[in-house]
Nanobody, 123 residues
Framework: QVQLEESGGGLVLPGGSLRLSCVRS????????MAWFRQAPGKEREFVAS????????FYADSVKGRFTISSDNAKNAVYLQMDVLKPEDTAVYYC????????????????WGQGTQVTVSS
């Protein structure tokens, strides 16, 4: 069993920054993928970014490319999402997820999820 716990959400002005953290406990896989998704009210959950824990290869949604950076710290069993130049359309609940095998942009492919952390970008 795997447990994921997110933190770091909050209210930020447009153009500001936030850093989300996700700590994983329980079973781990040799080449697992950690990912961030988000879900805004009335919208489907969407892929934000993912990273392979073993070699740091990462992927991003076009909407966040150049503004968000995903990273991981295997010693701490943690993954981070540095979000810069935030926009009101980034407002959503952000979820951490993990799976074994290959990265995917489809939420249905991920086996384990955190409870989510709210990010609100507003003036």
């Amino acid at each position: 069993q795997v447990q994921l716990e997110e933190s770091g959400g909050g209210l930020v002005l447009p153009g500001g920054s936030l850093r989300l953290s996700c700590v994983r406990s329980g079973q781990t896989f040799g080449s697992d993928v950690m990912a961030w998704f988000r879900q805004a009210p009335g919208k489907e959950r969407e892929f934000v970014a993912s990273i392979y824990s073993s070699h740091q290869l990462s992927f991003y949604a076009d909407s966040v490319k150049g503004r968000f950076t995903i990273s991981s710290d295997n010693a701490k069993n943690a993954v981070y999402l540095q979000m810069d130049v935030l926009k009101p359309e980034d407002t959503a609940v952000y979820y951490c997820a993990t799976k074994g095998g290959s990265s995917s942009a489809f939420a249905e492919a991920y086996s384990y999820w955190g409870q989510g952390t709210q990010v609100t970008v507003s003036s």
